[in-house]
């Protein structure tokens, strides 16, 4: 199972991300989970403190691993295109409550002269983790899907956009849909959060097509105070769990 999940800023990819992972892990399952957000907390959601979430150097940041895979210096502007990375997971991954938690970071590009070895290491790692046949994979993305190329965009399962209810969120929907046809993937569904009563219920089902809505989750006071404390909502919303429970499931039908 390979999932890639976006949205918006702030409408709980990462409350679902961590969720369905803290769930295929609870099963026994080996799951790596993939930061790709430049607002990167998937840790937190996980169940790391904000010390263990603070000493965790992302991928992009690692200047030494960039140069030594990619072969790009400050002296040599060539570099591989295609780099070793297939160690990576395992070797620069953190393990937390059975979920293995890669940080990929994000490339500035402001004053930062070229970032191409940087975007090449990203994709590559993207790629590589497509490929994990026997694994659940799961990468929280930012809105856009600039850092998957069509070869790893072919490779995943299901595109998840998180919406709100709201004319905003189901723009963002949209857009993700187009971009992932332009990418060769056809599969985009969408879990609807913070619902909050029959009117928000009434305008998601009038907005996404029958087939692309995988489910609902509903406001949940639990989650807000799981991210105030600085906890994983795993371990505080027992309510959440059994609604993203239902969507995990029919992502398991999907499946077989």
Do not use: W
């Not at 795993?234 to 499931?249: F, G, L, Q, V």
């Amino acid at each position: 199972m390979k999932v890639a999940i976006t949205g918006k800023g702030g409408v709980g990819k990462t409350t679902l991300s961590s969720t369905l992972a803290r769930l295929y892990a609870a099963e026994g399952r080996t799951v790596l989970a993939a930061d790709v957000d430049p607002d990167a907390n998937l840790g937190l959601a996980l169940g790391l403190s904000q010390e263990e979430v603070d000493q965790i150097v992302p991928i992009s940041k690692m200047r030494t691993l960039v140069e030594e895979r990619t072969g790009a210096t400050d002296a040599n502007r060539f570099y591989k295109l295609n780099p070793y990375v297939a160690d990576i997971p395992e070797k620069y991954s953190k393990d937390i409550n059975g979920v293995k938690l890669l940080v990929m970071g994000t490339v500035d590009v402001g004053g930062s002269g070229c970032v191409c070895p940087e975007h090449v290491m990203l994709k590559s790692i993207l790629s590589a983790l497509s490929f994990r046949k026997d694994d659940v994979v799961i990468m929280d993305m930012e809105a856009g899907l600039e850092h998957l190329g069509r070869g790893t965009a072919a490779n995943m399962d299901e595109f998840i956009v998180v919406i709100e209810p709201g004319a905003r969120s189901v723009q963002t929907y949209r857009n993700v849909k187009r971009l992932a046809a332009d990418l060769g993937v056809q599969r985009v569904r969408v879990v609807a959060n913070k619902v909050r009563d029959e009117k928000d219920e009434a305008f998601v089902r009038s907005s996404i097509p029958a087939e692309d809505l995988l489910g609902m989750v509903h406001y949940n006071l639990e989650i807000m105070d799981a991210d105030r404390q600085g906890m994983s909502p795993y371990d505080c919303s027992p309510t959440a769990i059994e609604e993203i429970r239902k969507i995990k499931a029919i992502l398991d039908r999907e499946e077989q």
